[in-house]
């Protein structure tokens, strides 16, 4: 898709339907962001068993998770999963952003953007998120003037996995 073109997408909650190409496209997008030393068997395993239908099932019927689509003409494009019960730190930083993925065909293209006014919209702001700190992602947090607000680093694949915590707020999306 030629990234100069006007883009044009609906943005919705997600349905039962849309829940096996969610699983795919988290695995994708997971395995495109995380995967940068190539596809080991514990990363395809980790996207294998955590990103499917069932998971993305569970997640509708979840009472603190919310999930919106961007999709085209039956083409999903990215998604945003928000858990309204997470903290930061403090209630004043807002609910969690727990996941924002965008097919790597249509970043930069104003979808993820898209997808987190439509959040802000229907549950207000602030919202926080963490992000790996190898992850490009950081550019597009930067870009849109999230702030900051701290750091979270855990254990993974024998590794410390460290990230940068950014709050957004109804100013960044504008």
């Not at 924002?100 to 998120?129: D, E, F, I």
């Amino acid at each position: 898709m030629n990234k100069n073109h006007q883009h044009t997408y609906e943005i919705r909650r997600a349905t039962a339907q849309d829940c096996a190409k969610l699983a795919e496209l988290a695995a994708d997008v997971w395995l495109d962001t995380y995967a940068t030393d190539g596809i080991k068997p514990e990363y395809t395993e980790y996207a294998n068993s955590t990103f499917t239908t069932a998971y993305f099932q569970s997640l509708l019927e979840h009472p603190t998770y919310r999930l919106l689509v961007s999709e085209q003409a039956d083409v999903l494009q990215g998604f945003v999963l928000i858990n309204l019960g997470a903290q930061y730190r403090t209630p004043d930083n807002g609910y969690e952003v727990d996941k924002l993925y965008v097919h790597k065909s249509y970043q930069g293209m104003g979808v993820g953007r898209a997808l987190l006014s439509q959040v802000a919209r229907l549950y207000g702001t602030p919202m926080w998120l963490y992000t790996w700190t190898e992850n490009a992602a950081n550019q597009f947090y930067s870009r849109l003037g999230a702030q900051q607000i701290g750091t979270l680093s855990f254990e993974a694949f024998g590794s410390t996995i460290n990230n940068n915590v950014y709050k957004i707020t109804s100013e960044n999306l504008q």
